[in-house]
């Protein structure tokens, strides 16, 4: 069974970086595509862009281009997300999920933004 | 990028309801339609893709249809465990947008 598991919450102060790692077992790793879904307090869920690790290719929402950068490790199986310029709207939680559309999500990443 | 709405935002339902929710798209996605239904504090889970598939270990009571720019979600004989929100998210397309969520209440 795969199982996504990702690091843990963060705080960060406005006009910094986060990077949130999610880590991939049970299955194949590289040939999946990875998203990133973030869901702010009380709020829906919002596609960021997602990753194919097996060629490296990425797309991103329009509203994050200039902000965030999603990675893979074939090595480890790992996916990362860092969004820069944080600012107090970007607190949320944060998934990744395997596959399109995707049938396997991490347990969510709390980020909070604050002064 | 596409817009979808969702209707209603919120319903009210008993145990046993036959309950349908709507995903209406800004513009034609063929069948690159999924939905999920999420709990609180949990990550969503994922039903019904190709907007009729159901995904392997899901309930029959649930149902999705549709093409072009309007799906269905149906459940059929509502359960206590399916109280929850539930999301439509098109794949035609980048970015890959999702409905605003529908929030599914006992009345």
């Known amino acids: 069974q795969v199982q996504l598991v990702q690091s843990g919450a963060e705080v960060k102060k406005p006009g910094s970086s986060v990077k949130v790692s999610c880590k991939t077992s049970g299955g194949a790793f590289a040939s999946y595509p990875i998203s990133w879904v973030r869901q702010a307090p009380g709020q829906g869920l919002e596609w960021m862009g997602r990753?194919?690790?097996?060629?490296?290719?990425?797309n991103y929402a329009q509203k994050f281009q200039d902000r965030v950068t999603i990675t893979a490790d074939k090595s480890t199986s790992t996916a990362y997300m860092e969004l820069s310029s944080l600012r107090s709207e970007d607190t949320a939680v944060y998934y990744c999920a395997r596959a399109s559309p995707p049938d396997s999500w991490g347990q969510g990443t709390l980020v909070t933004v604050s002064s | 990028d596409i817009q979808l709405t969702q209707s209603p935002s919120f319903l009210s339902a008993s145990v046993g309801d036959r309950v349908t929710i709507t995903c209406r798209a800004s513009?034609?996605?063929?069948?690159?339609l999924a939905w999920y239904q999420q709990k609180p504090g949990k990550a969503p889970k994922l039903l019904i893709y190709?907007?009729?598939t159901l995904q392997s270990g899901v309930p029959s009571r649930f149902s999705g249809s549709g093409s072009g720019t309007e799906f269905t979600l149906t459940i059929n004989s509502l359960q206590p465990e399916d109280f929850a929100t539930y999301y439509c998210?098109?794949?035609?397309?980048?970015?890959?947008?999702f409905g605003q969520g529908t929030k599914v209440e006992i009345k």
């Open positions: 513009q034609g996605i063929s069948s690159y």
């Open positions: 998210q098109q794949l035609n397309s980048y970015p890959r947008t």
């Open positions: 990753i194919i690790p097996i060629v490296d290719i990425t």
């Open positions: 190709a907007a009729s």
